[in-house]
Nanobody, 113 residues
């Protein structure tokens, strides 16, 4: 089992920045893939970014969002710059370990215009 705790969400004006954190209950050295997804009201959960052997971003966030990890702190981060109202969503941390997928509880990000 892997437990994930996200933090860092909040309310920000368009053009602003936020940095999300996700702390894993296990060493991330043993994790295959770590990523972020988001779900806006009335929409399905969608891919944002993932880091593993490679790093990938959704086209909608490319150039604005950056994923990174701190292995000493078992933490994955999502730096979000130039935020837009359409980035408003609940952001979820996801990890895949030994073929199993784990999710955090989510953190709300609201971008006002």
């Amino acid at each position: 089992q892997v437990q994930l705790v996200e933090s860092g969400g909040g309310l920000v004006q368009a053009g602003g920045s936020l940095k999300l954190s996700c702390v894993a209950s296990t060493t991330i050295f043993s994790i295959d893939v770590m990523g972020w997804y988001r779900q806006a009201p009335g929409k399905e959960r969608e891919f944002v970014t993932v880091i593993g052997s490679r790093t990938n971003y959704a086209d909608s966030v490319k150039g604005r969002f950056t994923i990174s990890t701190d292995k000493a702190k078992n933490t994955v981060y999502l730096q979000m710059n130039s935020l837009k109202p359409e980035d408003t969503a609940v952001y979820y941390c996801n990890v895949v370990k030994q073929g199993r997928s784990y999710w955090g509880q989510g953190t709300q990000v609201t971008v006002s215009s």
